[in-house]
């Protein structure tokens, strides 16, 4: 696992959040993680395939989950219902598509799978065994996402 | 009467916030369609002015629905709105038969100006 990869989806996140939400991200501390892993309460697992391949896992609270979906669509969630994971899933969609791109810029073409949607803390997902870069990303009044990144050059 | 638009995208909050941007100014939403296969079909039944295309769908992608549609209709306007910028997707969509190509996430204004150009309006 390079930290080549995950540039991009630092400034992908940066760039789409940005956007979305209006606000100014900062990038918090850098660390490895044996394997992917996530201890967030609301996670969008997403796959990579292509040059480089593996798993990309956003990770936030349920209370920023509940800000970031309200923001997108517009008015406050009451519940979280298929519209408000759909805006998180497509959140989710924007970073790595985007990250993709940058990606492909690399020499790295890449192609992404549609984003799933896990609640409920402690997930490990296992696929390879390769360490996982974990990048949080701080929101100021909505929380913060935790960026992990586990991808390794296709042989 | 307000021009027809077939909106394409597996997400539902991206079905919701195109059908919102295009109804505010005017359109009709003719129809939603989850993937590309879908898309096909409505077009056919639909007959709709122009369709927006996500690439990244279940069943079927985007680029693949291109080249059906335009095969169906070699004059219908599609535009790509997708959160894969890549060159080569945004070459490949455009030799397919797409008239425009938007990266998620994106402003209003730029979906509304895509559309107003396609649909002379």
Redesign the interface.
């Known amino acids: 696992m390079r930290v080549e990869y995950i540039n991009p989806f630092v400034s992908a996140a940066y760039s789409v959040l940005e956007m979305v939400l209006g606000i100014q991200p900062e990038k918090g501390q850098l660390a490895m993680r044996p394997g992917i892993f996530t201890t967030q309460q609301c996670s969008i697992v997403m796959g990579v395939t292509g040059k480089v391949e593996g798993s990309v896992i956003y990770g936030m609270s349920l209370a920023t989950a509940d800000k970031i979906a309200s923001h997108m669509i517009g008015q406050p969630i009451r519940t979280f219902d298929a519209l408000a994971a759909s805006a998180i899933a497509e959140l989710g969609n924007m970073i790595t598509g985007n990250a993709a791109a940058l990606l492909a810029e690399k020499g790295y073409t890449c192609d992404i799978s549609p984003p799933s949607i896990i609640r409920g803390s402690n997930v490990k997902i296992s696929t390879v065994n390769t360490p996982a870069l974990v990048v949080p990303i701080l929101l100021g009044e909505f929380g913060a996402l935790e960026i992990n990144v586990s991808l390794q050059e296709r042989k | 009467m307000g021009k027809r638009i077939l909106v394409t995208d ?5 079905r ?1 916030t195109l059908k919102n941007i295009l109804t505010q100014h005017g359109y009709e939403v003719a129809g939603e369609a989850t993937n590309g296969r879908e898309a096909i079909e409505m077009y056919k039944s639909l007959k709709p002015d122009l369709v927006t295309m996500d690439i ?3 069943e079927m992608d985007g680029i693949s629905a291109v080249r059906e549609i335009k095969k169906i209709d070699p004059n219908a306007r599609i535009v790509m709105v ?7 997707l945004v070459v490949e969509a455009i030799q397919a038969g797409a008239k425009d190509f938007i ?3 994106f ?1 209003p204004e730029r979906v509304i100006e895509s559309v107003q150009k396609l649909l002379g309006n």
């Open positions: 597996d997400a539902l909050f991206m919701v990244t769908m279940p997708t959160a894969m910028g890549q060159k080569n990266v998620k996430p402003q």
